[in-house]
Antibody, heavy 119, light 106 residues
């Protein structure tokens, strides 16, 4: 059974940093592209970052480019999101999501972790 | 950037109704479109990929169609468990979600 379990939830002040993790199981993690997608309270879904299966390419939404960094450790089956210079508008539920094999469909999602940026 | 516009934003229908949700892209997305269902308090779930392909385990009352800039998700007979927000998502150029349609039971 595919499982994606995020961690790192919390409340932080504007301008600070935070790191999220997503531990994968039930599939060969090193074969799949992985993503972070967020959802502000009572708002829609926003894709924010993608990393290829071998970390050869990384892509970001304009809203987080230069502040957030996606990475992965295939030996630990773990996806990361390093978030710097956090703003109130980064307050959201953050989901990790797996691409299907070879195609950009989000076929499995984690349960999400809440990040709150507030003074 | 491609913009995805979903309509209506809220849809109220009765159990057993045929329901149609619309998604319009700001430019041709060549059928590179999926539909996701998000129930309250849950992560989204993939329903339909490449416009009209039903994801494994999804009931056959769900179907998708469309081409060019206009796409549709249809539920042939609405069930109580279909109450959710539905998002379209394009991957023809960049990765963009629509704003969602909230489906309620009348």
């Amino acid at each position: 059974e595919v499982q994606l379990v995020e961690s790192g939830e919390g409340l932080v002040q504007p301008g600070s940093s935070m790191k999220l993790s997503c531990v994968a199981s039930g599939f060969t993690f090193s074969n799949y592209g992985m993503n972070w997608i967020r959802q502000a309270p009572k708002k829609g879904l926003e894709w924010i970052a993608l990393i290829y299966y071998d970390s050869s390419s990384k892509y970001y939404a304009d809203s987080v480019k230069g502040r957030f960094t996606i990475s992965r450790d295939n030996s630990k089956n773990t996806l990361y999101l390093e978030m710097n210079s956090l703003r109130s508008e980064d307050t959201a539920m953050y989901y990790c999501a797996k691409f299907s094999y070879g195609y950009p469909h989000f076929d499995y999602w984690g349960q999400g972790v809440m990040v709150t940026v507030s003074s | 950037d491609i913009q995805m516009t979903q309509s209506p934003s809220v849809l109220s229908a009765s159990v057993g109704d045929r329901v149609t949700l619309s998604c319009k892209a700001s430019q041709n997305i060549n059928k590179n479109l999926d539909w996701y269902q998000q129930k309250l308090g849950e992560a989204p779930k993939l329903l339909i990929y490449f416009t009209n392909n039903l994801q494994t385990g999804i009931p056959s009352r769900f179907s998708g169609s469309g081409s060019g800039t206009d796409y549709t998700l249809t539920i042939s007979s609405l069930q109580p468990e279909d109450v959710a927000t539905y998002y379209c998502y394009q991957y023809n150029s960049g990765l963009t979600f629509g704003s969602g349609t909230k489906l309620e039971i009348k």
